[in-house]
């Protein structure tokens, strides 16, 4: 094949091809080459044109044996480094390079990684205070019945808060696997609210707090899952119940319908307002991260697992909504959901 025709036939292919001849150099590379390995490869010597020594390894093992090798090869020119599988195979005395991104691969690895390794701590603080008190009860405590209450007590907290960790990760796994189907009920909002916020009575009792249900509007249907938005609005109003019950007063608004920008359609507002301590800026853009709190102490002392709001913002995304934080220190926080209407696909 003449130089051109190998060039065309390259080019066609849709990975970074890289063609290395029998005198060592670079014979051939198509252009997703260049934004990797730069312009201009053509005639340079390989050493030169590579630099990494685990895929010149290969190139020379290959070359030696022609058997096929892999090697990662490490793109240092985009903001982030970008990790490639490089395979090497001879070719009638030349060696074809490919080079396929695992980037995204590896950060999905990476994530997997840390999920497992959060989750095992989460359990591991209710496991350890459980362990130590049948310890305790086994032995010290054994005849003590005051103490043994107490502990009781501690204990069903400890395994309260597991089984909400397990539930919420239940949930969570549920969430995703179907975040792709579009929902299918109709929903009557103003409806829906009344009785989010009827089922959370004991902790508003608890808290002390007055939460006022505002419909602005009522009677707006949404294409939803109700079982889900009744998952988010509970999280959203125990949180404002949590977290900002130092105001006292907690207010959900059913807002009428209006454009939105972001979604380039008509939506909704449920907007969930507290007058509590607020959130810092830097913290919000990470609160739907799973297992992310702004303080982990407090989560957990009032029964937090982190995973809510991670839970929320997918059952958001499935109805192809969205959420929206605003806070500022001090004065309160204000959760606004904005789930479209109107013309549906
Ligand atoms: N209304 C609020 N006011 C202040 N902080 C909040 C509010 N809502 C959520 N947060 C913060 O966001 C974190 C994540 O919320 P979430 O995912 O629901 O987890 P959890 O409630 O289990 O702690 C909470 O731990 C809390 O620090
Ligand atoms: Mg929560």
Redesign the pocket.
């Known amino acids: 094949m003449t130089a051109e025709r190998i060039g065309a036939v390259i080019d066609a292919l849709p990975l970074p091809v890289l063609l290395i001849g029998p005198d060592e150099r670079v014979r051939a590379a198509n252009s997703m080459v260049d934004s990797i390995l730069g312009p201009e490869l053509i005639g340079k010597h390989h050493i030169t044109a590579l630099r990494q020594p685990a895929i010149i390894a290969a190139i020379a093992e290959t070359s030696r044996t022609q058997d096929p090798r892999v090697a990662r090869y490490t793109g240092r020119h985009g903001p982030k480094d970008t990790v490639y599988r490089v395979s090497v195979a001879a070719a009638e005395g030349d060696i074809l390079l490919t080079f396929e991104d695992q980037t995204a691969a590896e950060e999905a690895g990476q994530m997997r990684r840390d999920f497992v390794a959060n989750v095992s701590h989460e359990l591991r603080t209710p496991l350890t205070a459980l362990l130590g008190f049948i310890e305790t009860l086994s032995g010290a405590a054994k005849e003590d019945p005051v103490a043994r209450d107490r502990f009781l007590g501690i204990m069903a907290h400890e395994a309260n808060r597991m089984t909400r960790l397990v539930d919420d990760l239940m949930s969570l796994s549920r969430v995703e696997e179907d975040e792709r189907v579009r929902p299918r009920e109709h929903v009557d909002l103003s409806a829906l609210l009344s009785s989010v916020i009827k089922g959370l009575e004991p902790q508003v009792n608890a808290a002390g707090v007055t939460v006022t249900l505002d419909l602005v509007t009522s009677d707006e249907m949404v294409q939803g899952d109700a079982g889900q938005l009744v998952q988010v609005f509970t999280?959203l109003v125990?949180?404002?119940i949590?977290?900002?019950a130092s105001g006292e007063e907690v207010t959900v608004q059913l807002l009428p319908r209006a454009m939105n920008q972001r979604l380039r359609c008509d939506a909704i507002q449920i907007k969930v307002t507290?007058k509590?301590?607020?959130?810092a800026e830097h913290h919000i853009a990470r609160?739907t991260e799973r297992f992310?709190?702004?303080?982990n102490h407090?989560?957990r002392e009032v029964g937090?697992?982190?995973?809510?709001?991670?839970i929320v913002k997918h059952i958001i995304n499935r109805h192809r909504g969205r959420l929206l934080i605003e806070?500022e220190e001090g004065r309160g926080?204000q959760?606004s959901v904005f789930l479209p209407v109107g013309p549906v696909a």
């Not at 937090?304 to 991670?310: D, H, R, V, Y």
């Open positions: 999280n125990e949180n404002a949590k977290y900002g507290d509590g301590d607020g959130i609160l992310y709190r702004v303080d407090r989560s937090g697992t982190g995973l809510g709001l991670a806070s926080t959760v």
